[in-house]
T-cell receptor, first 113, second 112 residues
Framework: NAGVTQTPKFQVLKTGQSMTLQCAQDMNHNSMYWYRQDPGMGLRLIYYSASEGTTDKGEVPNGYNVSRLNKREFSLRLESAAPSQTSVYFC????????????FGPGTRLTVT | LAKTTQPISMDSYEGQEVNITCSHNNIATNDYITWYQQFPSQGPRFIIQGYKTKVTNEVASLFIPADRKSSTLSLPRVSLSDTAVYYCLVGGFSGNTGKLIFGQGTTLQVKP
């Protein structure tokens, strides 16, 4: 039982490049989330998926798109990376729709130059 | 979602009890209080959640007074490995899907 896994662990992009961050969970959870964490800051919600087939914007969705591929997988895409998107990205999941006990992945450290 | 205020940083020594207080004056009737712990280079980890009075688990205790405008996370006999950032979150269940709003958290430094 790996919990929540994220790939890649590290990535460096040039401004304007695109990439997809992958997240998968093996806990049969319904809800999945993408957060970003900037240095010295708390986490900010980018997008979330309450259940398979649905996605909604969080606090800071601009510049990102998401896909809930199936119940296990939730990907985050940067279409045209900008230096302001340099951050650590965390994926999380939770089993019950109204549970605040979220399980987080190890994070992806992204640098945009 | 209710805004929370907690100290930016705290220092303690091994073996001491640590209490971190969080203010949430605008907490709504259906809001729960949740605490997370985050170590460097790791994702946050759920510690404890409560609605009122006292909740205790194997890691910590959470004290919530009757007016629920504040809460205190209590860590008994801390060790060096408890050095981390601790986040207090307040949120309700009505019409949402467990969205968490993180503040800046409290950085706890445990010294030998």
């Amino acid at each position: 039982n790996a919990g929540v896994t994220q790939t890649p662990k590290f990535q460096v992009l040039k401004t304007g490049q695109s990439m997809t961050l992958q997240c998968a969970q093996d806990m049969n959870h319904n809800s999945m989330y993408w957060y970003r964490q900037d240095p010295g800051m708390g986490l900010r919600l980018i997008y979330y998926s309450a259940s398979e087939g649905t996605t909604d914007k969080g606090e800071v969705p601009n510049g990102y798109n998401v896909s809930r591929l199936n119940k296990r997988e939730f990907s985050l895409r940067l279409e045209s990376a900008a230096p302001s998107q340099t951050s650590v990205y965390f994926c999380a999941s939770t089993g019950q729709a109204f549970s605040y006990e979220q399980y987080f992945g190890p994070g992806t450290r992204l640098t945009v130059t | 979602l209710a805004k929370t205020t907690q100290p930016i940083s705290m220092d303690s020594y091994e073996g001491q009890e640590v209490n971190i207080t969080c203010s949430h004056n605008n907490i709504a009737t259906n809001d729960y209080i949740t605490w997370y712990q985050q170590f460097p280079s790791q994702g946050p980890r759920f510690i404890i959640q409560g609605y009122k009075t006292k909740v205790t688990n194997e890691v910590a205790s959470l004290f919530i007074p009757a007016d629920r405008k504040s809460s205190t996370l209590s860590l008994p006999r801390v060790s060096l490995s408890d050095t981390a950032v601790y986040y207090c979150l307040v949120g309700g269940f009505s019409g949402n899907t467990g969205k968490l709003i993180f503040g800046q958290g409290t950085t706890l430094q445990v010294k030998p």
